[in-house]
């Protein structure tokens, strides 16, 4: 089955630097590449997501890259704000299955 | 609108008791999806339902049972509660694979 492996774990930023998260996917067949934001005590809540068709996607201050020839894709947030301390999942999953496989999760936190 | 609702928000139990997780969407999906979530391991997914009158197993079935009543609810039943079984417990619900995944707040279920 699919494996998807996240990394940092922790990632701490000053407000209004970059941050990055990157993940890695095991199963090419994987055409799907969403992100999912977590604050505490609330469900993941999707912030951007690619297909394979594409390899990159902008909103706003949210970007996400895929390179699938590599089989990893990575977040992008740029001007990061206090808000944007919360857990980051990525996940990934095929066209022809009906389940995501997440990643283990990034804390991120914006230190003002 | 009130999205994807799950009831009840906590529950603790005794080994070998048992109880039934309730879900509900408003957004006419078909898909639905029980989820758990440990530290540090992001989320993996019990059981789904494609269609209304469909379940299949996920990743961690063991332990769990699942009926999908309509279109709009579908529940997850521990028969004989595990302290291994403590755990978040996410419903997701989406229009169709590979669409967007639509999460419930969750229900923190410690047993004991």
């Known amino acids: 089955g699919e494996n998807v492996e996240q990394h940092p774990s922790t990632l701490s930023v000053q407000e209004g630097d970059s941050a990055v998260i990157k993940c890695t996917y095991s199963d090419s067949a994987s055409n799907y590449f969403p992100w999912y934001k977590q604050e505490l005590g609330k469900g993941p809540q999707l912030i951007i997501d690619i297909r394979s068709n594409v390899g990159e996607k902008k909103d706003q201050r949210i970007a996400v890259t895929l390179n699938k020839t590599a089989k990893h894709f990575s977040l992008h947030i740029t001007e990061t704000q206090p808000e944007d301390s919360a857990v980051y999942f990525c996940?990934?999953?095929?066209?022809?299955?009906?389940?995501?496989?997440f990643g283990s999760g990034t804390q991120l936190t914006v230190l003002p | 609108n009130a999205g994807v609702t799950q009831t009840p928000k906590f529950q603790v139990l005794k080994t070998g008791q048992s109880m039934t997780l309730q879900c509900a969407q408003d957004?006419?999906?078909?898909?639905m999806y029980w989820y758990r979530q440990d530290p540090g391991m992001g989320l993996r997914l019990i059981y789904y339902s494609a269609s209304e009158g469909t379940t299949d197993k996920g990743e961690v079935p063991n332990g769990y049972n699942v009926s999908r009543l309509n279109k709009r609810e579908f529940s997850l039943r521990l028969e004989s509660a595990a302290p291994s079984q403590t755990s978040v417990y996410f419903c997701a619900s989406d229009r169709r694979r590979t669409d967007t995944q639509y999460f419930g707040p969750g229900t923190r279920l410690t047993v004991l």
């Open positions: 996940a990934a999953s095929r066209g022809s299955a009906r389940q995501l496989t």
């Open positions: 957004m006419n999906h078909n898909s």
